[in-house]
Each structure stands twice: as structure tokens, then as C-alpha cells.
């Protein structure tokens, strides 16, 4: 049968006549268009249908071959290569796509091509009936963006089948995001007040970003003056919500990091950078002079206003005024700034608010306007004590105890911050609506309560939709409340704004968060980022990226690479003063070193972390720090300790509301109850972490799945544990990245596999898992899928393939002090050993693995190593009758711990003893075993109590161990 022209994916496009939704555009696969905002692109067929052929496929690669047999019928005679080449070029110039900075077709050289951008599908009657814009893009799969972090995986090992590892193949990594310390600015001013649907016109009004003033005389005392005059006129053009404000944050952090003029008239190129970055429309600046004594005398405040784009200078006024009466003569200046803008002046209504949003009197001023600069500058122990001294002086300025809250809570102090919190709340009444709705989301944030706190941030973002600032609060709160859907259309709202709106960093920081789970869409976004951030000179933002970046790379498909970013990141953190986002980056350095396996060298950089905090205290970076630390010692073996930190770890998610790394903790804790055998406990906290992951539109069930299968597995529930193991491969696989955690799913199918019987397809399963963890150079992970194919060579007749494979291991697990992982390799060594008759070789190696095992306080591996032990023992001694109490013993501890694996494995070796002492007792309890066994699912156990049973009226005098 002739292959159609297109191809058969290509007709299942066509015949299924979809539109597919990426960034701005719509492709029409029915109809053959590509539209930009609603206007048609001109492309022709040949490239439109290579659009279609990647689009089908988002996020996997499309080789250049399978290109051609979709472009090209059989029997046409072309340069392939060249003619690719050439619709690729056309196709980019289409999407405006740039091969060398993509953002929606990478180059996979010498593989093919992938779109990484975000795609949504809808079919084309859908479409048609839905009189609104394209809905927000969604990936193949996405995951939790968010702020506080969200929460990626490391590797904990934990008893699997008969493998009873502990290492990487377990335990949730934390991940944190924070947006917070550059998302969350004071004074970003009042949009429109209007109240469009998403899909209307957003209309922006002209910004204005208030510079700065400085002092002519120099004073030291005087200082404060050039921060309150700012604020003041700030709120004071605020008023009315006729123009948008930047936030003093904002200016100051581009001040910092690309210094202008404080004195001269700013020339056109100077002026146009500013209002790029600060996607500002006027810059006003000016100068300040104390005429009088300092407590009582007279200020003359200059101002000067510019317009961004062209530089000119469209008014320069001066006021002089009382130095006890600032409203006053801000008000007067504010006055003729709005003549010359063109806006009108503040009603009396409109009035009050604005005195609301300043402090009453001179004293309460001044330390105000310190307290924000300290602030301004990662200083809150300082900023803390000013902003005391405020709300003393005015304990009705509800914005003196909003930021007071603040302050508290950089410096870790949860109770005290929600009391300012509240506070402020209480005083807000008077407050302009977008203040008074920022103190409202703040306290509901101090709560934990970020599902109010989005609320309140949605309804103002409804309010006044031409407010980035606006937009990337509610997205932060959705996203913690793991509403992640809500935060990508938020952010394809902002992306529809006018430039230079549209085209801030944090825009596409967000989205890449958003958008997780397909690695390649979002390192391209954090990439766009950090090259906005960097065009910008925005430090701040352009740390952030930088540590996204990191974080990215660490979880994508070459991890070693990240480090020199990670280093990138905290050296920017360190040049702004920010210690917060320099403990983040030793952390995600510290993630490394863990996921290479260096459980001390990683401990020993978390410390560090913590360290940073120290005095700052952040409930989210704490909790992740704590959490990620937990899990080096939990594979060192110190059960306790990790169980310790998981817990504390928890209670910090919780106190932030953060309920997807509340999850991981909880998953991470049962992990800990599974290896210290408490099972029941285990499976309860595994369904409870399941239904909060469920709860989240956006939550990753794979890992959770996983360790329920491997729990399944050790109770004897096969059919479950198969179909868990599955599930959580097919949830991992689309995300690319972070293989370390789908190669332990893979794992966990290939030990139901080989229970089955079915040892090719384990072997497989095992191979796959192994050539992952290489791709990410985990060296206690590739150890581990030794271990696993040594065991599997033992079940296959091939002991001295299994000892060369576990002392190829060893070494790497005593490297890094990960004693459960030695224990039970030495203890399969042995048993490789015995079954060679290397009798001696054998004992020195379980004697070494009952060594490692007291240090631990659960069965995975103390039971197998005694088991192992009795072998070597009868070997050795002969003597059956010790040998069989003690593994009558073992096998009732461990059904009664409902360890189904150990339990039959200490029957099949009690059975094959018994056939020595008691023949008939040996066959019946040999043959009740297979019975069990093939009842449970479990073909190789019921293959092996088969094999050892002589027929009726033989001798059974093995020596042998059974295998």
C-alpha cells in the first residue's frame, strides 16, 4: 500500500482537524492558516506543514528523516538536506524564531528537531463555538512553578524487592523558586481603574518612575529626606489612579546596578535605558535643600520631569516649603506635575487615601523612609528596628506595620509578622483600594493562606490589569496553592500587554515555572530571562534567572554543567547584599553534590546554607534546606536524624502554605517509616501525600506512585506494585529531565518483572535504568543498577558475573560513608560467594555487612544480611537445628512486620534446610510456599521452592544454599 505524501501522523493531524496554540499564534490545521494575534501570517504549504508535523509532537525530537517522509512523497527526487534547510528558514522567519536563541524550535544536532515551546489543542469545533482568544498554552505535561519552590526529586534509596538499597533512587528534593524577594515591591502605583474581562483590550495609562532625590547640602541627617520625598510623590501622583507608578524597589535595584546622574539634565540614551528597563514612560528627578535647622526650618525641592523616550525635558518645577509639613509641599508639586502630564487633579475623596499611605507627622517619617531603604538594601534586622521606631511615633500608619511585617518575616519570625500583618489590616480602611488590597493579600500570606491571598491579588490584577506587578502576585499565590493553571493564563495576560510591559524578565521567569516538567520550554524561558534581566541591568532579576538556570541545567540532561551557573548566581546574590538568594545557591550546589552521591561534602554545604540564614530565617528556603540535608543522611543510614529533619522540614511548608513541598515532606517521612519497617504507618502517609498531589492541578504524582509500588512489592501485593511502577514511568517519562527519578520507577517495574519471573524483561527494564543514571553522571545511582543486575545475574546461574558487578560497587558506596547501600551489597557479595564455593570469601563479606547493619534501625537490611549469615554458618558448621530457630525467627519477625519478600525468602531457606532433617515437613512447607507464591504473582519464588524439592524417597543432602 502506497504511503500517503504526508505521511500517517500527518493525516491523523488533518483527519482530527485541530488548532494548536503557541505563544501568540494559531495554526489552523483544517483550514491551513497561521495567524499572530488574530492576523494571518503568510507561510507557505511546504514549512506550514513541518509546523504542523512538530506541533503534533511538543516537546519530543522529530528526526530529519521522519521530516522527510512527512514533507516529501516516495519517489521524489531532492536535495533532502538542503531543501530541509530551507523550509526550517522559512518556517523560523514565519514565527519569528531565531535559530541561535530559539523560542519554539530547537536545533538537536545530529537528532532532529523539537518544539519546546508551551502548545494547547483544541479541535476546530470546539474552537469555532468558543468566541474567546486561544486558552492559555499548556505542555505536554506541566508542573509547579512556584515561588517558595517546588518540589523536585532526589534520590533516597529504599528497600525495592530484594534489593533493600537506600541511596538515589528516593526521597523528594526540594526546589525553591522564590519570587519573593524580587516579585513582592512596595508602591508599584495604580493602574487604570477598570474591570475588562481577560480578553479585552487592556488600556495602559503613562507610567512614571520617580528617580530619586539628592541632597545639595550633603548632610548626613538629611539623608532620609531623599527616600520620603520619593515615596511621597510617589503616592502623591499615585492618587486617582490615573498613572502608574514604579515601585521605589525597582529604581533602586536598577540604581544600584547601573548608576545615572544624580545632578546633570539625563541625556536621550540615558533616558531611553532607564524607561526600558523600568518600562517607565516619564522619569522624574531632583534635588532637595535644607534651608533651616533640621527639626524646624525651610526645604526647597527641585524637580525635574523627562520624557523616557526622547529625553526632552517637559517641566522643571521648584517648591519651597515648612520641613514639618512635606504633605503639603509634595501636594503642591504633585499638582503642577499632573497639569503638565495631563491628568487630572485629585478629587477630595481621593485625598484621604493618599494621607492614609503617608506617615503623620516629621518623626514617623524619617525612620520610615530608613526603615524602606535598609530594606531596599537586604538589611531587615535594621529596617526591622527603624520601622519599631515608626509605628511608635504613628501607630495608625497602616504601611509602617506592613512593612514592618515584612521585616519580621525575612528575619524567620512567623507569630510577629502576622501580628504587623494584622495590624495593618485593622489601619487600611482609609487606604487607596490597590493598598489596601496589597495589606489585605500580605496578611492572608502571613496566614499561610495563599488560596485567599490569590484571590484578593486576582481581584486587584481584575482591577487593574495593566499591572505586571499585580499579575506576578497572583501568580506567585496560585502557584502556591498549586493552582497552576490560573498562573498560566495570568502570564499569557501579561504577555499580551504593550512593550516594554510585556517584556520583563519575571514574565518569562514565571512561565518557566509554570511550565516545568518540559525542561527544554523552560530553560529556553529562564534563558530569555537572564538575557532581558542582563540588557536591563536588573542584578536582582538577573541573579534569580541565573539561579533558575542553575536549577534547570541541574535537573536537565547534563547536570554537571550547573555548578559554575549555581556559583554565577550566589556571587550575584553576595554583590547586592542578598543573603537569602546566596543560601538558595549553595543549596542547589549542595543538591548536587548529593545526587553525585557525596552525602558528607553535601551535608557539610548545606550547613553552610543554613549558616546564611542564620539571623534571616525563611520558612520556604529553610524548609528546602532541611529537607534536601534529610535525605543525605537518610542514605548515610542515620534514619533519626533525616526523620528529624523531614518533620521540621514540613512544619516550615506548612507555615508558608506551600502545599506541594508539604507533600514532598510527607512523602520523604514515609520513606523513613518504610525503612525502619513500620509499613502501615508508611502506606497511610503515602496516601496522604497522594491526595494532596491529587488536589493540585498541576501536582507530580510519579515519585509518590513509585514508592508505592516498591512498598507494594515488599508486602507481596505484585498486581499493585505493576501497576503503581507503571503509572509512575508514564507520569515521568514526558518530563524531561530529572531522569534520576523516572530511572528508579524503571527500576521499580524491572524488581516486579523479575518477581514475575520474566528475568529478559527485567534485565531490560534494569539496562534502561542504568544507562539514565550514566547519562547524569550519579555515581551512586549507576552503583545501585549494578546491584540490581548483580542480584538478577544470581536468579540466571551467574554468580561470578554478580561478584565482579558488586565489587565494582562497593568501593563507591564506602567512598561516600553509605553504609545501608554497603551493608547490602556486601551481603549479596556473600551470597555470589557461597554459591561459588568461595566459603571463606564469603563469610568475610557478611561479616563486614552485619557490621554496617547496627548502625540502622529497620529489617531491609538487617534480615537479609542474617539470612545470608545462616547460609555461610551451615556451610561452614554443618549444623541445621540453630540454623533453623533462627530462621523460624526471622521469618515470623518478618511477617509480622508484613515484609511478604523476607518473610518467603526465610522460608525457602528454612525449607531447603528442612529437606536435610525433615524431609516430608521440608517438601510440604516447600510446596505450600510455590503455592503462596503463584497465588501472590510471584513466578520466580514459586520457580525456586519448586526446583529444590527432590522427589519423594531421595536423599536431600545439598550443600548448597538455594539461590
Same mark, same amino acid.
Given at each position: ?729 508514564? !507520569?515521568?517519562?514526558? *518530563?524531561?529531565? /530529572? #531522569?534520576?527519578? +523516572? =530511572?528508579? %520507577?524503571?527500576?521499580?517495574? &524491572?524488581?516486579?518483572? @523479575? ?62 560513608? !553509605?553504609?545501608?547501600? *554497603?551493608?547490602? /551489597? #556486601?551481603?549479596? +557479595? =556473600?551470597? %555470589?560467594?557461597?554459591?561459588? &564455593?568461595?566459603?571463606? @570469601? ?74 536435610? =532433617?525433615? %524431609? ?44
Amino acid at each position: 500500500m502506497r504511503q500517503h505524501p504526508f505521511g500517517p501522523s500527518m493525516e491523523r493531524v488533518l483527519a482530527s482537524a485541530n488548532i494548536f496554540r503557541f505563544g501568540l499564534f494559531e495554526a489552523d490545521a483544517a483550514r491551513g492558516t497561521l495567524t499572530r494575534s488574530g492576523l494571518r501570517v503568510k507561510v507557505q504549504d511546504q514549512p506550514f506543514r513541518m509546523l504542523l508535523v512538530l506541533l503534533e509532537r511538543p516537546g519530543e525530537i522529530v528526526s530529519r528523516e521522519e521530516l522527510r517522509q512527512r514533507l516529501w512523497s516516495e519517489g521524489t527526487y531532492v536535495d533532502f538536506d538542503g531543501s530541509l534547510n530551507v523550509i526550517l528558514k522559512k518556517l523560523r522567519a514565519a514565527i519569528d524564531d531565531d535559530s541561535e536563541n530559539p523560542r519554539f524550535i530547537e536545533t538537536v544536532p545530529r537528532r532532529g528537531y523539537r518544539f519546546i515551546a508551551p502548545v494547547s489543542v483544541a479541535p476546530v469545533a470546539l474552537a469555532a463555538a468558543a468566541e474567546v482568544p486561544p486558552a492559555p498554552a499548556k505542555t505536554v505535561e506541566e508542573v509547579p512553578v512556584h515561588v517558595v519552590e517546588v518540589a523536585e526529586h532526589a534520590e533516597l534509596r529504599t528497600p525495592r524487592g530484594r534489593r533493600y538499597l537506600y541511596g538515589g533512587s528516593a526521597a523528594l528534593l526540594v526546589v525553591l523558586l522564590g519570587f519573593t524577594a524580587v516579585f513582592l515591591q512596595r508602591k508599584p502605583g495604580s493602574p487604570a481603574p477598570q474591570n475588562p474581562s481577560a480578553t479585552s483590550p487592556v488600556r495602559m495609562r503613562k507610567s512614571v518612575a520617580v528617580l530619586g532625590f539628592h541632597s545639595l547640602s550633603g548632610k548626613t541627617e538629611d539623608a532620609w529626606l531623599g527616600t520620603a520625598l520619593a515615596e511621597m510623590l510617589s503616592t502623591e501622583l499615585a492618587g486617582g489612579e490615573q498613572l502608574r507608578l514604579v515601585s521605589g524597589e525597582d529604581v533602586a535595584n536598577l540604581r544600584v546596578a547601573n548608576p545615572w546622574s544624580q545632578t546633570d539634565t539625563l541625556d536621550q540614551a540615558t533616558t531611553a535605558r532607564i524607561g526600558t528597563a523600568l518600562s517607565s514612560d516619564l522619569l522624574l528627578l531632583g534635588s532637595y535643600m535644607n534651608l533651616g535647622k533640621p527639626d524646624r526650618g525651610q526645604l526647597r525641592v527641585d524637580v525635574r520631569l523627562q520624557d523616557a523616550r526622547t529625553g526632552e525635558i517637559l517641566t522643571e518645577e521648584a517648591e519651597t516649603g515648612d520641613t514639618q509639613d512635606l504633605f503639603r509641599l509634595v501636594s503642591h508639586i504633585g499638582t503642577r506635575l499632573r497639569d503638565r502630564i495631563g491628568v487630572r487633579h485629585v478629587e477630595d475623596t481621593e485625598e484621604a487615601g493618599i494621607i492614609a499611605s503617608l506617615p503623620l507627622n516629621p518623626d514617623a517619617a524619617r525612620f520610615y523612609a530608613l526603615g524602606l531603604s535598609k530594606l531596599r538594601h537586604f538589611d531587615a534586622l535594621a529596617a526591622k528596628d527603624l520601622l519599631i521606631e515608626a509605628t511608635q511615633a504613628d501607630p495608625k500608619f497602616s504601611l509602617g506595620h506592613a512593612m514592618l511585617a515584612r521585616a519580621w518575616a525575612q528575619l524567620g519570625y512567623g507569630q510577629k509578622n502576622r501580628e504587623e500583618a494584622k495590624k495593618a489590616l485593622e489601619l487600611a480602611t482609609d487606604l487607596p483600594r490597590s493598598e489596601h488590597m496589597l495589606v489585605e493579600g500580605e496578611y492572608y500570606e502571613s496566614l499561610g493562606k495563599q488560596d485567599k491571598a490569590a484571590s484578593v491579588y486576582h481581584a486587584l490584577f481584575e482591577l487593574f490589569p495593566d499591572n505586571v506587578e499585580y499579575g506576578l502576585r497572583f501568580a506567585q499565590a496560585a502557584m502556591l496553592s498549586a493552582n497552576f493553571s490560573q498562573a498560566l493564563e495570568l502570564i499569557t495576560r501579561l504577555r499580551a500587554l504593550p512593550r516594554p510591559a510585556s517584556d520583563d524578565p519575571r514574565i518569562d521567569i514565571a512561565e518557566s515555572r509554570a511550565i516545568k516538567v518540559n525542561k527544554p520550554a523552560s530553560l529556553l524561558l529562564i534563558r530569555n530571562a537572564v538575557r532581558k534581566a542582563s540588557a536591563q541591568s536588573n542584578i536582582p532579576v538577573y541573579a534569580l534567572a541565573r539561579r533558575d538556570e542553575c536549577m534547570a541545567i541541574l535537573y536537565g540532561d547534563e547536570p554537571q554543567r550547573a555548578i559554575p551557573v549555581c556559583e554565577d548566581a550566589y556571587n550575584l546574590f553576595l554583590s547586592e547584599g542578598n543573603r537569602a538568594g546566596a543560601a538558595d545557591a549553595i543549596r542547589l550546589i549542595a543538591d548536587r553534590r548529593g545526587t553525585e552521591g557525596h552525602y558528607e561534602e553535601s551535608i557539610a554545604t548545606y550547613e553552610r546554607a543554613l549558616a546564611m540564614l542564620n539571623g534571616l530565617g525563611e520558612h520556604a528556603k529553610t524548609g528546602a534546606i532541611l529537607n534536601n540535608m534529610a535525605i543525605a543522611y537518610a542514605n548515610e543510614g542515620k534514619l533519626d536524624r533525616a526523620a528529624q529533619l523531614y518533620r521540621e522540614a514540613k512544619s516550615h511548608f506548612e507555615q508558608s502554605g506551600d502545599k506541594n513541598n508539604t507533600s514532598t515532606a510527607l512523602t520523604n517521612i514515609a520513606d523513613i517509616l518504610f525503612l525502619q519497617g513500620n509499613l502501615p504507618a508508611a502506606e497511610k502517609i503515602y496516601q496522604q501525600s497522594l491526595e494532596l498531589i491529587v488536589a493540585s492541578d498541576r501536582g507530580e504524582p510519579g515519585y509518590n506512585l513509585s514508592r508505592m509500588a516498591d512498598l507494594e512489592l515488599t508486602q507481596g501485593k505484585l498486581k499493585e506494585a505493576k501497576l503503581h511502577a507503571q503509572q509512575a514511568i508514564e !507520569s515521568m517519562r514526558p *518530563a524531561q529531565g /530529572a #531522569y534520576q527519578y +523516572l =530511572s528508579g %520507577a524503571i527500576s521499580e517495574l &524491572g524488581e516486579v518483572l @523479575e518477581q514475575e519471573g520474566d528475568l529478559a524483561a527485567a534485565r531490560a527494564q534494569f539496562q534502561q535504568g542504568l544507562a539514565l543514571r550514566q547519562q547524569v553522571g550519579a555515581a551512586d545511582l549507576v552503583a545501585e543498577s549494578q546491584v540490581e543486575l548483580a542480584v538478577l545475574s544470581i536468579e540466571e546461574g551467574h554468580p561470578e558475573q554478580a561478584e565482579t558487578l558488586l565489587k565494582g560497587a562497593i568501593p563507591e558506596f564506602e567512598k561516600e560513608k !553509605s553504609d545501608p547501600d *554497603a551493608a547490602a /551489597a #556486601y551481603t549479596h +557479595l =556473600s551470597h %555470589a560467594l557461597l554459591l561459588q &564455593g568461595k566459603n571463606d @570469601e564469603a563469610r568475610n563479606a557478611v561479616t563486614r555487612a552485619i557490621q554496617l547493619t547496627p548502625a540502622l534501625s529497620g529489617p531491609a537490611v538487617a534480615i537479609p544480611a542474617s539470612i545470608q549469615k545462616v547460609r555461610v554458618d551451615v556451610v561452614s558448621s554443618g549444623e541445621i537445628n540453630p540454623a533453623i530457630n533462627e530462621l523460624r525467627s526471622l521469618a515470623t519477625e518478618a511477617k509480622k512486620l508484613g515484609y511478604y519478600n523476607l518473610e518467603t525468602e526465610a522460608r525457602l531457606e528454612l525449607g531447603h534446610l528442612l529437606l536435610r =532433617s525433615n %524431609a516430608s515437613a521440608g517438601r510440604a512447607l516447600l510446596a505450600g510456599l510455590a503455592s503462596d507464591a503463584r497465588a501472590h504473582g510471584f513466578g520466580l519464588l514459586a520457580r525456586r521452592a519448586e526446583a529444590i524439592q527432590p522427589p519423594p524417597g531421595t536423599l536431600a543432602g545439598l550443600q548448597k544454599p538455594a539461590r
